[in-house]
């Protein structure tokens, strides 16, 4: 069995990283509403939310694979991600894609399985910061002041 292979074929008991972030949906009147959304987090996000970048994670919690997806159903335990919070949109094609990342980076596995990791507690305390907001379902709209000026020389040939 090839490499490759072998980080496609994932199982229950694979280990993967699934966070809480807080972020805002619009509502019908155009304000944000805050809502709590759960997913996964793939290994090079663990490795820099490690090395102390800010994030709208809460909270983390290291599994396995059969602890938050139930074959294509997310399974979110309400004592560790609380009843407020919802899987976000695609969970079990990012879960699975999460857990391909730490098969093929187990060196990456930052948080022991089990564990829960906050801006309080452990592994590495997380660098949460309430003003990194993330707006679920923004559109973005591009005008010509998001264009950069280049200088005059940047597409002739000196010679």
Do not use: W
Not at 81 to 91: E, H, L, N, P, W
């Amino acid at each position: 069995m090839s490499h490759i292979q072998q980080l496609s074929e994932i199982n229950g008991l694979d280990y993967v990283v699934v966070g809480v972030a807080l972020c805002y949906q619009k509502n019908a009147d155009g304000k944000t509403d805050p809502v709590r959304i759960a997913e996964p987090i793939p290994a090079t996000a663990l490795e820099a939310m490690g090395r102390g970048i800010r994030t709208s994670f809460e909270k983390i919690y290291a599994a396995t694979l059969g602890e938050v997806l139930d074959g294509e159903h997310p399974l979110l335990p309400a004592d560790i991600f609380g009843s407020d919070s919802y899987a976000c949109r695609d969970f079990a094609t990012r879960v699975k894609a999460a857990t391909r990342t730490y098969k093929a980076k187990p060196h990456l596995r930052l948080v022991p399985s089990g564990t829960v990791c906050s801006a309080e507690e452990g592994a590495f305390k997380l660098q949460y910061d309430p003003a990194f907001r993330r707006i679920l379902g923004a559109e973005r709209t591009v005008s010509d002041s998001d264009n950069i000026k280049q200088h005059s020389h940047t597409h002739k040939v000196l010679t």
